[in-house]
């Protein structure tokens, strides 16, 4: 048997990056899905030099036709992924009363529809394996919003739904959804945040089934 794959979509510099160093150190072999691959190079092909078998995959989380396209072709390529992440998301600042239906429905699109429908893609795969993990990256914004943010906490608190339910169906079919709820700001510029956020990810993977709460609650620290 071959080193477990994990799929992470919505991949580049931060978060996402913290949690494919997280999971590389434990042997798993990563596809690394974002919309414009070419931007991150630089960080697969450290990866890569670092001993990690790492393939980059676009995929534009706002279109469903392309995140089944580049699952098909990373499945094909590297495997029935034993983990997906999704870490895509859509940030936008403004009152609700500025925000107009469109975007309100864009932000869904990324956001809740590109998580269903990434988790519909690998669910047949892991579920006929009898395990595996769907892991959201949530924002506690979903939890109590922000009203200068309103379109990205109605969207988040539908994404942290979203896994509640796949929870609750995934019950005693050995395949497990983790939902990790980040409270606070990230510092991109610095590894610490990201690294954290990677091995709480990993330290959930790992737990036993039936083991510990399905939900995370992740607090940044607060930057100088």
């Not at 030099?49 to 995140?67: C, K, L, M, P, Y």
Request: hydrophobic share 45%; net charge negative; glycine share 10%.
């Amino acid at each position: 048997m071959g080193s477990p794959v994990c799929f992470i979509i919505g991949y580049g510099p931060g978060v996402s990056h913290g949690i494919a160093q997280a999971f590389a150190a434990e042997g798993f072999q990563l596809a690394l899905l974002s919309r414009h691959p070419d931007t991150h190079r630089e960080l697969v092909d450290g990866l890569v030099a670092g001993g990690v078998r790492a393939r980059a995959f676009a995929a534009d989380a706002s279109q469903s036709t392309s995140i089944e396209t580049a699952i098909a072709l990373a499945s094909s390529t590297m495997g029935v992924p034993e983990v997906l992440i999704y870490n895509a998301s859509a940030l936008r600042q403004g009152a609700l009363g500025s925000v107009t239906s469109a975007e309100l429905l864009a932000d869904f699109g990324v956001i809740v529809g590109g998580a269903l429908t990434a988790a519909n893609a690998v669910l047949p795969g892991m579920k006929e394996r009898g395990h595996g993990a769907v892991m959201f990256t949530g924002s506690y914004w979903g939890e109590v919003p922000t009203p200068a943010f309103a379109a990205t906490s109605i969207a988040k608190a539908a994404l942290h739904q979203l896994a509640r339910i796949l929870a609750l169906d995934l019950q005693d079919s050995g395949v497990r959804s983790f939902l990790l709820i980040i409270k606070g700001l990230v510092n991109r510029e610095t590894t610490d945040n990201p690294k954290q956020i990677g091995d709480a990810f990993l330290n959930a993977y790992q737990r036993p089934i039936a083991s510990g709460p399905n939900e995370i609650i992740f607090e940044t620290q607060p930057q100088p």
